[in-house]
């Protein structure tokens, strides 16, 4: 299975974006969807998951009410739609896919090459 993140960009301060993950291969029920974030200097992050089979959606705080996680199981895609972006959401994004729910990098063995998302004040 590959992962292909894209719908990453420049924009302002209070704009929004959807990203989206497309797998190559089949998603199973029972896989967990994750997006992460790396900011320059920075650790890469646990932004939303979403355990595929049931939908339950998992996010970290200083996303909670700005962003959403969802998929289309029968595209096999992943999305992310994010809101009310501020600069401090500038990082590369990657899709992930781990077997169960997981927030740390190293629970994730299939990832995506990443999409840029800037935004200016």
């Known amino acids: 299975v590959q992962l292909q993140a894209s719908g990453g960009g420049l924009v302002q301060a209070g704009d929004s974006l959807r990203l989206s993950c497309a797998a190559s291969?089949?998603?199973?029920?029972?896989?967990?969807m994750g997006w992460f974030r790396q900011a320059p200097g920075k650790e890469r992050e646990f932004v939303a998951g979403?355990?595929?089979?049931?939908?339950?959606?998992y996010y970290t705080n200083s996303v909670k009410g700005r962003f959403t996680v969802s998929r289309s199981s029968a595209e096999n895609t992943l999305y992310l739609q994010m809101n009310s972006l501020k600069p401090e959401d500038t990082a590369i994004y990657y899709c992930?896919?781990?077997?169960?729910?997981?927030?740390?990098?190293?629970?994730?063995?299939?990832w995506g090459q990443g999409t840029q998302v800037t935004v200016s004040s």
């Open positions: 979403i355990r595929w089979g049931v939908g339950n959606t």
């Open positions: 992930a896919r781990a077997n169960g729910y997981e927030t740390t990098p190293k629970g994730y063995y299939i």
């Open positions: 291969g089949r998603i199973f029920s029972s896989h967990f």
